[in-house]
């Protein structure tokens, strides 16, 4: 079987059409178009059946998409697993980070990475909203609490609890409270302390669409917000801000994402396998202090 005409076949109908196929692996439509007509030649069977619109999977086709797409996998991790024993990551590495990450040594990350791979040329994005890593040049995002997107696989690399936080000398009910763009519209927000579950009532004080923002409006005291431990840990281990306790139901869940169709290349790997170690060390230490926080 032709290798060059499965692949072809299999991003054309991963992608939905030649045209995004070709935007997505560089290849030239008349290419992809060459490729698929000579498997299909080769097997005897129709895989694609063109129409006015673009084309539809025939029953082959669907079957050899499902069949055909792990063994492809497998191939290129194969080749991957033996290029790694004379390779090291190489190359341009685009990703897109949370802008928590700004406050949560992100960039000590990045600079570890930088030691390990100097081959790598890194660059890292951060903002918070949603991004489209195949149309805007991204070889991986990490996001919290990411929408499903069938385009999209990969790792989560770490959970978080949020916790309530103030400066100290905030008090009182209702609590002046600083909120994140649409979320926390709720006047009573449900907290656990020292095994105590209640209501914290409060007051909107500020509306910012960012963490970060929300961050450094906590440290000036204009009011108290729903942070994760990530961010506000030290302030509150010294003493500069304050718990009132940990949201219910707030852990959030951290992703490494990328385009579920392109091969993962060994410097997004490393990258990915470097941050699951990296917040591993940090929910070892966050779980070792948690009663300080």
């Not at 539809?56 to 063994?71: C, D, I, N, V």
């Not at 991204?138 to 400066?167: H, I, T, W």
């Not at 409270?177 to 579950?197: S, T």
């Not at 990530?230 to 869940?253: A, F, H, P, W, Y």
Request: net charge negative.
């Amino acid at each position: 079987m032709d290798l060059n005409g499965l692949k072809s076949f299999i991003a054309v109908a991963a992608a939905g059409g030649f045209g995004a196929a070709s935007r997505q692996t560089g290849m030239a439509k008349s290419s992809l178009s060459r490729h698929v007509s000579q498997l299909e030649d080769q097997l005897d069977v129709r895989l694609l059946e063109r129409t006015q619109t673009g084309f539809r999977l025939t029953e082959e086709g669907s079957f050899m998409l499902e069949k055909a797409q792990p063994l492809l996998d497998e191939l290129n991790d194969l080749a991957e697993a033996l290029g790694t024993r004379r390779q090291k990551p190489s190359g341009k590495l685009r990703i897109s980070v949370p802008t928590l990450m700004v406050t949560s040594s992100f960039g000590a990350v990045a600079a570890r990475y930088a030691r390990l791979y100097p081959d790598v040329q890194l660059e890292v994005v951060a903002e918070d909203r949603r991004v489209d890593p195949i149309r805007e040049g991204y070889d991986a995002v990490l996001r919290a609490q990411p929408v499903n997107d069938e385009e999209l696989m990969g790792k989560k690399v770490f959970s978080d609890r949020v916790l309530l936080v103030c400066k100290p000398e905030i008090s009182g009910e209702p609590l002046p409270f600083i909120a994140l763009g649409n979320l926390y519209r709720d006047q009573h927000i449900p907290i656990i302390l020292n095994g105590e579950v209640s209501q914290i009532a409060t007051r909107e004080v500020i509306r910012l669409s960012s963490p970060a923002m929300i961050y450094d409006a906590v440290l000036t005291g204009v009011g108290a917000a729903l942070l994760p431990i990530i961010m506000i840990g030290d302030d509150v281990k010294t003493g500069r801000l304050i718990s009132l306790g940990e949201q219910i139901d707030g852990e959030i869940n951290f992703w490494f994402l990328y385009p579920s169709r392109r091969h993962l290349s060994l410097r997004t790997r490393a990258l990915m396998n470097l941050l699951v170690a990296h917040f591993a060390e940090y929910s070892a230490g966050a779980e070792a202090g948690k009663s300080e926080v």
